[in-house]
């Protein structure tokens, strides 16, 4: 819907005066284009002049030559810095190598080493340890409880601590059994729950999830719940009073107005 004019009730006698103002003559369109672009000497000042007329310029440009700059500065010292340290393990008896490799540049060096290691030569097999039985005291053990022990037997005394016989005495080696373990952590639940609307004929559904942990557990309950019918439509409420002064037309017939102030947007 287009808007012819805008008009407002000034009364009875001057009727609907128009808002919209006289209409301007037409401008006169301008151009503009760049012309000629010279490099004045070095010091001198930057120029723009017009060659063209006022509605028609052509913009020549004078651009003064920069003046020599100063000398460069020494370049900063070369830089040696360590990258990547690989490591691979060779079969016992090979050549241990190393590779270093530049992943930087002349001035800021970053070597990369990689090693390559053979294993070492297998040790001698250890000698090992048997629990021949236990005693109902403090250790060590005395006959005839030792009685018999070779090298690696160990005896447990009372108190829990282990006891190895070398093949001249016996060593405490502490206790066999560890040490108690810390209380466990209080169990705490939490709660927080959701629900969303769906269509009436969608099954009901519920979701529980547990967002903690097993010792701290904070449950998340999703409900969708089925939308209820539609409930009847009320009644149209009453009409309220515009007011004075408060009229406002949108047409495109002159309508009669009721008091000054109202405005008419005169439609085409």
């Known amino acids: 819907m287009a808007v012819a004019d805008v008009k407002i009730y000034a009364g009875p006698t001057e009727g609907w005066v128009s808002l919209a103002g006289p209409?301007?003559?037409?401008?006169?369109?301008?151009?503009i284009t760049v012309g000629s672009t010279t490099t004045g000497p070095a010091g001198s000042d930057a120029d723009v002049s017009n060659s063209g007329t006022a509605n028609a310029a052509v913009l020549d440009?004078?651009?003064?030559?920069?003046?020599?700059?100063d000398a460069g500065q020494d370049?900063?010292?070369a830089t040696i810095s360590v990258g990547?340290?690989?490591?691979?393990?060779?079969?016992?008896?090979?050549?241990?190598?190393?590779?270093?490799?530049?992943?930087?540049n002349s001035n800021a060096a970053t070597f990369d080493f990689d090693f390559d290691i053979p294993q070492g030569p297998k040790g001698a097999d250890g000698t090992g340890v048997t629990i021949t039985g236990s005693i109902n005291y403090v250790g060590p053990p005395v006959a005839p409880d030792s009685d018999g022990a070779v090298q690696g037997?160990?005896?447990?005394?009372?108190?829990?601590?282990?006891?190895?016989y070398d093949g001249s005495s016996?060593?405490?080696?502490?206790p066999i059994r560890g040490p108690e373990g810390p209380a466990g952590q209080a169990a705490t639940v939490a709660a927080t729950a959701s629900a969303v609307s769906v269509a009436d004929t969608a099954p009901a559904t519920a979701n529980v999830t547990n967002l903690g942990t097993t010792h701290a557990a904070?449950?998340?309950f999703d409900f969708e719940i089925p939308k209820g019918a539609d409930g009847a439509k009320g009644q149209?409420?009453?009409?309220?009073?515009?007011?004075?002064?408060?009229?406002?037309?949108?047409q495109p017939a002159q309508p009669t107005a009721k008091g000054v102030g109202a405005l008419w947007i005169q439609t085409v």
Do not use: C, H
């Open 23 to 31: 209409a301007g003559a037409p401008g006169q369109a301008a151009s």
């Open 61 to 69: 440009f004078t651009i003064p030559r920069g003046d020599k700059g």
């Open 75 to 77: 370049g900063d010292a």
């Open 84 to 104: 990547v340290v690989d490591t691979q393990t060779l079969p016992a008896g090979q050549r241990a190598t190393v590779t270093i490799q530049n992943s930087g």
């Open 153 to 164: 037997d160990m005896i447990i005394d009372s108190n829990g601590d282990g006891w190895v």
């Open 170 to 174: 016996w060593t405490n080696v502490g």
């Open 218 to 220: 904070n449950f998340k």
């Open 236 to 250: 149209d409420g009453a009409k309220g009073d515009p007011g004075d002064n408060a009229e406002v037309y949108m």
